[in-house]
């Protein structure tokens, strides 16, 4: 009986009832049909506990009244019965429509999702809301979740014209990532988000995937990740491996910085010899080698890669210095044989004053500092530039000294190009622990938004070979320079 009253009470009442229990789903409406069936059962109970005759009032019905009135009194029970009998039908439509109405709100509370509040961590969709929380790796850039930081792409490159064949390039290590990444913000935020142009990677050892997410995330071009052959990261055959042994036991001894590495010997055989020649690199003719942890401090509106083209530059620099003698003892008695073997290579014109102080017959240690370069790939390639690499490295300086790719790329650049291919960036402010080149010359420092202090500049102080340069090439110093002295 339950079941059946209940039922027709639900029938009755889903006829009555309101629009909006129409447009509710299923799951609403399964609760609703048990609210239906207790309101119905509600119902029942009052029918049993009070039938409609005993919940009217009490009137006289004695059996010897007038027959009209008998008649009459039959029909007033009569009407009094049928409006009993609406009354109650009434109340129940109220009391289950009450019910009804109770539990819409109390299902529709629960089955409505409640807001997500960002207090799990770990949780991914949630961490990228969180303030506090490390910056979302790329995967979490995939969540729908609504976050009030939604620039998760670059902006497209602004400045017009052609991009020349170039690329950035950066030789690491898997745990050089963060430091790769300071670099990699520097110079996209001062100059190749207007450009876009490539990054090349190259590693003696697999690049991880983290390296790749955070490295390929920041990158306004294409980012490219190669791995060295082992030839070019490992001992030449023609060295003596003792000989090697003992040096860097005795440099140790001398607290020469990086004197026992033998990864730092293999990093600078690397840069001075073979980067240029990685198939990744091939593709392109220009390059900017960017190392960890620098700086840029001003903003470059112009594509310095067209600029070295235009201007038929080859090599170019921000800082120079004197090497540490001890890293070098007979580097340059190795470039007088190449030179001697290869008089072809050295060009008329060349910057060898700035090598040296007596025409040649000595080093005075002068090189740019190759953390920061900027330029042409074939140069490099080139036979002239092969044969000097291959005769230094026959001669064993990288292992049984510890030469710098600093001093290789430097003395090769200013004997096998002309003065003139060398360019000096003064407008690019740049940092490599622990020196600053801050451009000499306020107004350029303010136009172009600068954010070194000029008294770091290291240009001018007496240990920068960079006054050299400016004298050999016959070019005037920039007004200031005698203040930042
Ligand atoms: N893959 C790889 N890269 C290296 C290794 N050693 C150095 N490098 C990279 O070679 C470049 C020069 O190394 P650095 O350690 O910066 O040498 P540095 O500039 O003389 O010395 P710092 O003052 O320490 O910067 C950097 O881009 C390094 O990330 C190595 O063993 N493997
Ligand atoms: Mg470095």
Request: overall charge negative; charged content about 10%; hydrophobic content about 35%.
């Given at each position: 009986m339950g079941d059946a009253t209940a039922d027709s009470g639900l029938d009755e009442l889903h006829s009555a009832?309101?629009?909006?229990?129409?447009?509710?789903?299923a799951s609403t409406l399964q609760l609703r049909r048990a609210a239906v069936a207790l309101a119905a059962l509600g119902g029942v109970a009052k029918v049993e506990g009070s039938t409609p005759e005993k919940s009217l009032p009490e009137k006289s019905q004695s059996s010897d009244a007038h027959p009209h009135q008998q008649q009459h009194q039959k029909e007033q029970q009569h009407s009094r019965g049928a409006m009993a009998g609406q009354q109650r039908y009434l109340r129940y439509i109220v009391f289950a429509l009450v019910a009804i109405i109770l539990l819409f709100f109390i299902s529709s509370s629960s089955s409505v999702p409640s807001p997500q509040w960002p207090t799990t961590k770990g949780d991914k969709s949630q961490s990228v809301v969180?303030?506090?929380?490390?910056a979302a790796p790329a995967t979490e850039k995939e969540s729908t979740a609504t976050t009030?930081?939604?620039?998760t792409q670059l902006p497209p490159a602004t400045a017009k014209g052609d991009r020349m064949n170039a690329t950035f390039v950066t030789l690491a290590r898997n745990s050089d990532v963060w430091e790769i990444a300071e670099s990699i913000r520097h110079v996209e935020d001062r100059f190749n988000r207007k450009f876009n142009y490539d990054w090349v990677f190259l590693n003696d050892d697999d690049f991880n995937d983290e390296f790749i997410k955070v490295t390929s995330a920041l990158v306004s071009g294409k980012t490219k990740y190669g791995k060295i052959p082992k030839e070019h990261w490992s001992f030449p055959e023609w060295i003596d491996q003792d000989k090697a042994a003992k040096v860097r036991q005795e440099m140790k001894e001398k607290k020469i910085i990086y004197g026992d590495s033998i990864s730092y010997r293999h990093m600078c055989r690397y840069e001075s010899g073979f980067f240029f020649r990685h198939p990744l690199m091939m593709d392109y003719e220009w390059y900017w080698r960017v190392e960890p942890s620098v700086k840029l401090f001003c903003d470059i509106e112009y594509d310095t890669f067209k600029f070295m083209a235009e201007n038929k530059k080859k090599y170019s620099f921000t800082l120079s210095l004197y090497e540490y003698v001890e890293t070098i003892p007979t580097l340059w008695d190795a470039v007088k044989n190449f030179t001697s073997t290869y008089p072809q290579h050295v060009v008329e014109g060349n910057s060898m004053k700035w090598l040296s102080d007596d025409d040649g017959k000595t080093y005075n240690h002068c090189h740019f500092w190759s953390n920061f370069e900027i330029g042409n790939l074939n140069w490099l390639r080139s036979d002239a530039y092969i044969d000097y690499f291959t005769s230094l490295d026959h001669a064993g300086g990288f292992f049984y000294e510890r030469w710098g790719d600093a001093p290789v790329h430097s003395i090769a650049a200013a004997l096998m190009l002309k003065k003139e291919e060398i360019h000096f960036f003064n407008d690019i402010a740049y940092y490599h622990v622990p020196f600053t080149h801050c451009p000499t010359g306020e107004q350029y420092r303010l136009d172009h938004k600068c954010s070194c202090n000029p008294k770091d500049n290291f240009d001018w102080n007496g240990y920068s070979c960079t006054a050299r340069f400016y004298e050999v090439n016959g070019m005037d110093k920039p007004a200031g320079y005698e203040k930042e002295q």
């Open positions: 009832a309101p629009a909006f229990i129409h447009t509710v789903d969180d303030p506090n929380a490390p009030p930081n939604p620039g």
